[in-house]
T-cell receptor, first 118, second 112 residues
Framework: DGGITQSPKYLFRKEGQNVTLSCEQNLNHDAMYWYRQDPGQGLRLIYYSQIVNDFQKGDIAEGYSVSREKKESFPLTVTSAQKNPTAFYLC?????????????????FGPGTRLTVL | SQQGEEDPQALSIQEGENATMNCSYKTSINNLQWYRQNSGRGLVHLILIRSNEREKHSGRLRVTLDTSKKSSSLLITASRAADTASYFCATVPRSNTGKLIFGQGTTLQVKP
């Protein structure tokens, strides 16, 4: 988990509320990612950012929003439009997004935030 | 979009035995990566194998890649109770060099 912090570790939200998950890295990495993990499942990409002030939708972006105003920070907001937000959320970073012919580099993961909607 | 499919979904072995997990994928890749996740924690990168490589080793880990069969395997030799975790393969499709697509994982239990 070193180098990437996520807070809080556990988060409870009432239906209809927006909530923001924090992700900070001190690895000087350009690329950052948000994933969602449901029980017994693999990771699904929500949003990613190749560089500061840039971000793109992943496979399941509906009901989520992000910003990338600083290189080290990539907060994720889970909005009330997300119909089934209860899940484990993982943030990751990598030195660069990827290089033609080589592909993606390894990603470094934070410890995760477990979000429960009450 | 789940590209990697892992087999078996769950594996239970005794300490000292070898554990083999398999990953199959659908499209051409740049590289394939294996990650480990302890229960309720983040993922930890184990090994990366490029599409032009057939085998890589790292300590007790051995990864093979067969691009003609679109499959990879992870072998953990002389397993220990501390190896108990979920293991995921992640592929990097040629069509998008920066994104990882994760399989659903294999849950490994090593009994002491």
């Amino acid at each position: 988990d070193g180098g990437i912090t996520q807070s809080p570790k556990y988060l409870f939200r009432k239906e209809g509320q927006n909530v923001t998950l924090s992700c900070e890295q001190n690895l000087n990495h350009d690329a950052m990612y948000w994933y969602r993990q449901d029980p017994g499942q693999g990771l699904r990409l929500i949003y990613y950012s190749q560089i500061v002030n840039d971000f793109q939708k992943g496979d399941i972006a509906e009901g989520y929003s992000v910003s990338r105003e600083k290189k080290e920070s990539f907060p994720l907001t889970v909005t009330s439009a997300q119909k089934n937000p209860t899940a484990f959320y993982l943030c990751a970073s990598s030195p660069i997004f990827g290089q033609p012919g080589q592909g993606a580099h390894e990603q470094f993961f934070g410890p995760g935030t477990r979000l429960t909607v009450l | 979009s789940q590209q990697g499919e892992e087999d078996p979904q769950a594996l239970s072995i005794q300490e000292g035995e070898n554990a083999t997990m398999n990953c199959s994928y659908k499209t051409s890749i740049n590289n394939l990566q294996w990650y480990r996740q302890n229960s309720g924690r983040g993922l930890v990168h184990l090994i990366l194998i490029r599409s032009n490589e057939r085998e890589k080793h790292s300590g007790r880990l051995r990864v093979t890649l067969d691009t003609s069969k679109k499959s990879s395997s992870l072998l953990i030799t002389a397993s220990r109770a501390a190896d108990t975790a979920s293991y995921f393969c992640a592929t990097v499709p040629r069509s998008n060099t920066g994104k990882l697509i994760f399989g659903q994982g294999t849950t490994l239990q090593v009994k002491p």
